[in-house]
């Protein structure tokens, strides 16, 4: 029998965190008390500033069409915070919003990307990454995050891999899921190879630009020659723990920001009219919120990276960035594969297999830190005692 799906949906992969989610909500109706540090979302309430705007928004009229683009003032709000940020001159007509940041990943692609040209990008990564190349039917060259360079690019190996049919690189800084950060020498080597050609497009992935613990947050499209060159990707989603409102946006060049939009028109018509206004106070209100946000993330590091370390045949190192951990679990008697439903059905942790995030991942486990102290301690403790039982 004739199946009834394109040949394409093969290729098409999903977020793990979701399916894990799922699991965990199910044995949660069965009474099962289970601690969530699979998930990528801030468990910090929306700032009540920014959900003020919002009502007001859908109360003055803001809940009909707006164009495909972005409303304008939000679109100007959003140039002047990157050009202050990123140290770069940011025009409103170069930047698209949308319903999330991933849509500018798939658009990009969409637009830029032909059948059988290599797309190369983060490995551990965000898995759609890896998903949206093969879906649209391009080659993906995984760039592999080693632990002993602290999840940072090797840039020789990097460079190395760009060839003549090289279309489009992925970055990502700072990194999910390893909570690594690339150096001034991995930017500047890949600037440096690929600022003559014409044909290639970096995709730089800064949602997670605000949660930096050591250094400061660097953009490839600050460098000379490299802003024509390159889509920035940020959102509200980590920052303003505004996951639910679906909001993102992408920042390039006029005539791509163009085709985006077309792309937008013919599948979303436009991002949420209130949620855009609501992102307007987002960037332009008080800071207060996400820096007390990321200073409490900052506490539950030391707490799961200690604890961790402190688990026979867990190895983890500190991130300089984000709210993950990606610890090493090669030592265990259970393989990193097997290790997520173990802990979710003997110890009530709901957690992440690295090969979830690519096959470099094997070996190694991701947990989100989004979670409150004493739940993470409690899942430590929980943690240990049913491996002892392995």
């Known amino acids: 029998m004739k199946s009834i799906f394109a040949s394409r949906m093969r290729g098409l992969g999903t977020e793990t965190a979701f399916e894990v989610l799922a699991k965990a909500k199910a044995l949660e109706k069965q009474g099962r008390e289970i601690i969530h540090l699979e998930i990528g979302e801030p468990d910090f309430d929306t700032p009540q500033n920014i959900r003020d705007a919002a009502i007001q928004a859908i109360n003055s009229g803001y809940t009909h069409y707006v164009p495909a683009a972005g409303i304008p003032e939000l679109r100007e709000t959003i140039a002047k915070h990157i050009s202050e940020t990123r140290n770069i001159d940011v025009a409103p007509e170069e930047v698209v919003v949308t319903p999330g940041a991933k849509p500018i990943i798939f658009f990009s692609m969409l637009a830029c990307v032909e059948v059988g040209d290599e797309v190369m990008y983060p490995n551990p990564g965000f898995p759609i990454y890896e998903s949206m190349i093969n879906f649209i039917g391009a080659e993906p060259v995984p760039m592999q995050l080693k632990e002993e360079n602290d999840f940072a690019l090797d840039s020789e190996d ?233």
Request: hydrophobic content about 40%; proline content about 3%.
């Open 158 to 390: 990097v460079v190395g891999k760009i060839s003549d049919k090289t279309k489009m690189i992925i970055l990502n800084f700072p990194e999910n899921p390893t909570g690594g950060v690339l150096t001034k020498e991995n930017l500047a080597a890949i600037a440096d190879r690929v600022k003559d050609r014409s044909d290639l497009i970096i995709i730089s992935d800064e949602v997670y630009s605000r949660m930096i613990y050591e250094g400061e947050h660097r953009s490839i499209s600050s460098l000379p020659e490299m802003k024509e060159k390159t889509v920035i990707i940020d959102g509200f989603s980590k920052t303003y723990a505004m996951t639910g409102w679906r909001l993102g946006y992408g920042v390039m060049r006029k005539d791509l920001a163009e085709k985006i939009t077309k792309l937008m028109i013919n599948s979303n018509s436009c991002t949420c009219a209130f949620s855009q206004m609501a992102a307007i106070e987002a960037l332009r209100g008080p800071q207060d919120e996400p820096k007390r946000m990321v200073e409490e993330f900052r506490k539950r590091r030391e707490v799961i990276v200690t604890g961790l370390n402190k688990i026979e045949g867990i190895t983890c190192k500190k991130p300089k960035a984000t709210f993950y951990v990606f610890p090493n679990v090669k030592d265990l008697k259970i393989s990193s594969e097997e290790l997520p439903d173990f802990l979710l059905n003997n110890a009530g942790v709901a957690a992440l297999a690295g090969t979830a995030f690519g096959e470099y991942g094997k070996g190694y486990l991701r947990f989100s830190f989004a979670n409150s102290i004493s739940n993470i301690e409690k899942a430590l403790t929980r943690t240990e005692e049913a491996l002892q039982t392995l």
